[in-house]
């Protein structure tokens, strides 16, 4: 912690401190948060321990020693080191879900959970009537939690290449008490499901093209590269997904597949496919949905 601090007395100041400092160090948002003043009352109430949604009634409460080098070496790590939020806090949020993340995964994020249940709906009727589903690279296992919540009836399967990511979902998972109903299995994509069926398949696969792997700021380098890296037009594992996906689904089951800005890309490598672009709130065009019946007549 730097000498100057010593003059920082009260959560206002520090917060002020930080807000000044993130714009100085040029940092960049978009895991959990979109802009400095919000990262850093959410950093500094983490270090203290406070309520997140309560920072006006401690603004003017001064900090212990302790407390000042607590809240310091946070800002120091986000700071100087360019380390996410959520991988200082060991936490991260969708929508009202909170979940453990480390730097074996990436950072949850994804149009697809605002969508769960009532924007699928019209599509995959009823939540009753889903009963088998698969979170396709879970990381996490953030959308397959959701999927548990939004479907009462559902028993998900969520996958992933990875270990490391697997073991931060099962302690997700178990957070939740879903080990009875989410059953998590490593597998590069569908390689490891043969005679499996779902009524829903969800993914947010690695979708970041090479040219924007190359442009990405030092805050996205600290997560895993094989949950970002797309290849060359960021369309790899999406043309896998697309060329098994009916296989692996039920009559009437539903494929939905998030593609970031990558619309025009998908489209062009599969113009016989009838795409259901949905609208989320921060996109209108990241999430695409097919039935089977589409992706069979398709071939």
Not at 75 to 93: C, D, G, K
């Amino acid at each position: 912690m730097s000498a100057l601090t010593h003059d920082l007395e009260t959560v206002r100041d520090w917060l002020r401190y930080a807000v000044s400092r993130f714009g100085e160090a040029k940092l960049a948002f978009g895991h959990g948060t979109t802009n400095a003043y919000d990262e850093a009352a959410y950093l500094v109430l983490h270090a203290l321990h406070l309520p997140l949604d309560r920072l006006d009634p401690f603004l003017d409460a001064r900090l212990t020693q302790p407390e000042r080098m607590q809240v310091g070496q946070v800002l120091e790590r986000r700071i100087e080191r360019r380390v996410p939020a959520a991988y200082l806090t060991h936490e991260a949020w969708l929508g009202e879900f909170r979940f453990y993340v480390d730097e074996r995964v990436i950072i949850p994020r994804s149009y697809i959970a605002e969508l769960l249940p009532d924007g699928l709906a019209p599509y995959v009727g009823a939540p009753e009537l889903v009963a088998n589903a698969l979170d396709l690279g879970t990381g996490s296992g953030c959308l397959a939690i959701l999927l548990a919540h939004a479907y009462p009836a559902v028993d998900v399967d969520a996958v992933d290449i990875s270990n490391d990511a697997l073991t931060v979902a099962q302690r997700n998972v178990a957070d939740y008490g879903l080990a009875d109903r989410i059953n998590l299995m490593r597998s590069d994509l569908f390689a490891n499901l043969s005679g499996k069926s779902y009524d829903l398949i969800i993914s947010n696969p690695p979708y970041v093209t090479n040219v924007a792997m190359g442009d990405l700021p030092p805050e996205y380098r600290h997560e895993p590269r094989i949950a970002l890296a797309g290849g060359e037009d960021g369309l790899d594992a999406v043309r896998t997904i697309l060329e098994e996906a009916a296989r692996f689904l039920n009559p009437r089951g539903t494929l939905v597949v998030e593609v970031g800005h990558n619309r025009p890309a998908v489209e062009q490598a599969f113009p016989r496919l009838p795409f259901v672009w949905l609208e989320t709130t921060l996109a209108a065009d990241g999430v695409f949905l097919l039935k089977r019946e589409e992706l069979v007549g398709a071939r």
